[in-house]
């Protein structure tokens, strides 16, 4: 995205290197760690949530 010139508007963790979390405003991306994401459990927390499939252009 810092390739197309979008920036988040804040993150959190990014030093840490196990949660990171960029806020673009209108969307929220965190990045985790295996181990970080099992603990958490998050695919339960949201199982009822639509996954949105994004377009992935290969490079």
Do not use: C, N, Q
């Not at 949660?19 to 405003?25: R, V």
């Not at 990045?31 to 949105?52: G, H, K, N, Q, T």
Request: aromatic share 16%; no cysteine.
């Amino acid at each position: 995205m810092k390739h197309d010139g979008l920036y988040p508007v804040g993150t959190e963790g990014v030093t840490d290197g196990r949660w990171a979390l960029l806020d673009y405003g209108d969307f929220v991306v965190h990045v985790f760690l295996d181990s970080v994401r099992e603990f958490y459990d998050f695919d339960r927390l949201w199982s009822a949530a639509p996954e949105i499939p994004l377009p992935i252009e290969p490079e």
